[in-house]
C-alpha cells in the first residue's frame, strides 16, 4: 500500500531519530526526539494527517527481529554496556509501537536495513544521504538511519552520486 506520510524511527534510549516522509513530493524532514516529544509528535501527525484526510504510517526499526545483535568485538564491562544499551533500545522501540498502537496508529516492524554504505560500520554517510534526498542541514547517524528507512519504505529510488 501506498502511503501519504510515513514516519520512520530508529528508536534510542535517550533521543531516537525521526524522519518524516511525504513520498509523492520526496519531502523529508529528519529530527531526534526524546520519548516524551516523539508521543506528541506522532499524536499530533496522527491529527494532521486525519484532517488533510491522508493515509499514514510509522515505521519502527526493530533490532529485535534480527537473529544476532551483537555485532562487536567487546568483551568484558564494555560488552555488557553495549549488550545493556541495545537492550534499552529495543524495548523504546517496543514501547513506540505499543503506543502507535493505543493512539491507533497504524505501526509496522521492520527489520533493520543491510548496511552497504562508505561510513563507519558500513552505516550511511550525511553525504551519501544528501546525494539522492536532497536532505539539507545536518544530521546524526540515529535521523539518517531513519530516513532511510522511510525513503527505503516507499520504494523511492536511490542513485548515489557521491
Known amino acids: 500500500m501506498k502511503y501519504d506520510n510515513i514516519i520512520a524511527i530508529d ?3 535517550e533521543k531516537s531519530g525521526v524522519a518524516f516522509l511525504k513520498p509523492s513530493i520526496r ?7 526524546a520519548f516524551p516529544a516523539l508521543l ?12 488533510a484526510k491522508e493515509t499514514l504510517v510509522v515505521v519502527v526499526e526493530a533490532g529485535w527481529m534480527v537473529r544476532k545483535s551483537n555485532f562487536h568485538e567487546a ?18 522501540g517496543r514501547k513506540i509501537i505499543e503506543m502507535c498502537k493505543h493512539y491507533r496508529i497504524e505501526v509496522v ?11 563507519k560500520d558500513r552505516k550511511i554517510t550525511h553525504e551519501e544521504l544528501v546525494s539522492f534526498t536532497g536532505l539539507i542541514g545536518r544530521t546524526n547517524q540515529d535521523a539518517r538511519d531513519a530516513a532511510l528507512l522511510a525513503w527505503s519504505f516507499a520504494n523511492l529510488p536511490i542513485r548515489v552520486k557521491v
Open 11 to 13: 528508536p534510542d534510549r
Open 27 to 33: 519531502q523529508i524532514e529528519v529530527s531526534n526526539l
Open 40 to 51: 506528541d509528535y506522532l499524536q499530533y501527525a496522527k491529527e494532521k494527517a486525519g484532517v
Open 75 to 92: 568483551q568484558g564491562c564494555r560488552a555488557e554496556k553495549i549488550a545493556k544499551d541495545v537492550g534499552a533500545n529495543h524495548e523504546a
Open 109 to 119: 516492524q521492520h527489520p533493520p536495513l543491510i548496511k552497504c554504505w562508505k561510513g
